[in-house]
């Protein structure tokens, strides 16, 4: 007698729809309607990350009918101790996703942990179920534990802190299973590229989610293009951010670890350290080993699209930087601080670029933390101030200027925009993005538009940008060699030291 199969989920799910059509044959549509999709056609996910921006996607995420989301980790098991945009934004987006305005009355502060994606998740499914039942969503504390018992999952999204999307994505694919995670791809440039090369030859679906498509990079390429604004010469972006609370310096004091928090698990492949909240929930990206700062968290949005669009597929050979630096005193004495451990308060990065197939030489400078450049006489004619966030292409014969991810791009000065326009209405402004671009690439088993694959320039840059200002000075990199040619000192910040068991 053959050994009997153990049945999967999907299986299962799929063996109880056919069952309940009691052998009678009838198009698909009709038996659930227009837009229905069968159990076994739906895109298994796990979902790895339940924080506040993990939470505030799942509640976007979990509605769409093309996907089931079966298992749910996180090293938190749960805590209200988390920080976000608003004291209720996500407790009440679930409440009215589950039609239930008394969930989470229980919880004091802004909560976050597996505990609350597997509730959430749970209940979400269970109200379309005649039953009022759901058991299928499964919980896990480690991911390793995860890819090694949810063999039935199709993809895996990765919404953990920065210095784990390399770790968490590249054993996810090395199992078959299909990548969406959040920006960046990793804050290292050997994990960035490790991560891009395992998704090549595993030929695993990938998707960074700071992919988009906007009508105003195409506005700005067209411009270009035409010689608006002559020969390209630099491109300026600048955002407020940071909106977590920055240090200079780790911890002096330690902490006991929260019950039900796995510290060593949350830490990965970061060296041993004493816990301490200020490294955990929304303030990891300012950490160094934890994150990639505000151009990490915000650059991508702005700058990945528009390389995509101007056709930049090489990413920039040289990078300084400059960050803002402070002083304490000591018995009376000012000391200057040594900031080794955290990105600054606010920074300016100039990068260059090698000429691209489309484009002449050109370099980028990125200001964050309230820096910004100079507002150029164009704009003072028309009695205007640079933006609080924004983007700026210089010409040898003109400027544009765009709201901060190259939306509502303009010519300046606003009389030259008015000439170029003859009296027609601005062009209407479309983005296109969304979780429908990559769960249909992940289902036909093919590349998104945000694949892993074409984010090699844009996320080595950024990673260049952290390695300038650990070094304090200009680097110059080989990206072909993964090396900084001028400084081999500054190789080290290539790489980090791993715990053991964690290697990459």
């Known amino acids: 007698m053959a050994p009997a199969r153990k049945i999967n989920r999907r299986e299962f799910v799929g063996s109880a729809a056919l069952a309940s059509m009691a052998f009678t044959i009838v198009p698909r549509h009709v038996v659930g309607g227009t837009g229905y999709v069968a159990p076994s056609d739906k895109l298994n996910l796990a979902y790895i990350g339940c924080g506040t921006q993990g939470m505030r996607e799942m509640v976007g995420l979990i509605a769409n009918p093309k996907l089931q989301i079966t298992s749910v980790c996180d090293p938190n098991k749960l805590s209200t101790n988390y920080i976000d945009w608003s004291p209720y934004g996500i407790r009440n987006s679930i409440r009215k996703a589950l039609g239930d305005d008394s969930w989470g009355a229980n919880f004091n502060g802004i909560m976050g942990g597996r505990d609350v994606g597997h509730d959430f998740v749970t209940k979400y499914y269970a109200k379309n179920k005649p039953s009022g039942k759901y058991k299928w969503c499964q919980s896990y504390e480690d991911f390793r534990e995860l890819l090694e018992k949810e063999t039935d999952i199709d993809a895996v999204k990765v919404m953990t802190p920065d210095h784990l999307h390399a770790t968490v994505s590249i054993a996810a694919m090395k199992k078959g299973k299909h990548v969406v995670i959040h920006k960046p791809i990793a804050n290292r440039m050997y994990e960035t ?81 004493p816990y301490h909240q200020n490294y955990t929930h929304c303030v990891f990206r300012g950490w160094y080993d934890f994150g990639g700062g505000s151009i990490a968290d915000m650059g991508h949005y702005s700058l990945w699209p528009l390389f995509l669009t101007l056709g930049v597929k090489t990413p920039a050979y040289s990078a300084e930087a400059y960050g803002t630096t402070t002083r304490t005193t000591v018995d009376g004495v000012s000391k200057a601080v040594i900031n080794d451990v955290a990105f600054p308060y606010s920074s300016i990065v100039r990068f260059k670029f090698a000429k691209q197939e489309t484009l002449p030489a050109f370099d980028l400078f990125w200001y964050d933390g309230g820096m910004k450049p100079p507002t150029p006489e164009e704009l003072e004619v028309d009695g205007k101030d640079m933006p609080q966030e924004g983007m700026m292409f210089v010409g040898d014969k003109g400027k544009i200027l765009a709201e901060f991810r190259c939306e509502n791009p303009v010519l300046l000065p606003e009389a030259r925009m008015k000439s170029y326009l003859a009296g027609k209405p601005a062009p209407e402004e479309t983005t296109v993005r969304g979780d429908d671009v990559w769960i249909d690439a992940f289902q036909s088993k093919t590349q998104s538009p945000g694949s892993f694959l074409y984010a090699g320039a844009i996320s080595e840059t950024i990673n260049l940008g952290a390695v300038a200002l650990q070094a304090g000075k200009r680097v110059v990199y080989d990206s072909a060699k993964m090396e900084i040619t001028n400084d081999a000192e500054a190789n080290k910040f290539l790489r980090r030291e791993y715990r053991k068991g964690w290697e990459l």
Request: aromatic letters at 12%; a positive charge.
């Open 193 to 273: 590229k490790l991560t891009i090369d395992t998704a090549r030859k595993t030929g695993t679906s990938t998707h960074l989610l700071a992919w988009s498509k906007r009508s105003g990079n195409d506005l700005v390429k067209k411009w270009i293009d035409e010689g608006a604004i002559g020969n390209l010469k630099e491109i300026h972006n600048w955002s407020y951010r940071p909106v977590w609370q920055q240090w200079t310096q780790n911890p002096a004091e330690t902490q006991p670890v929260p019950d039900g928090f796995n510290w060593n698990l949350w830490l990965g492949p970061v060296p041993d350290r």
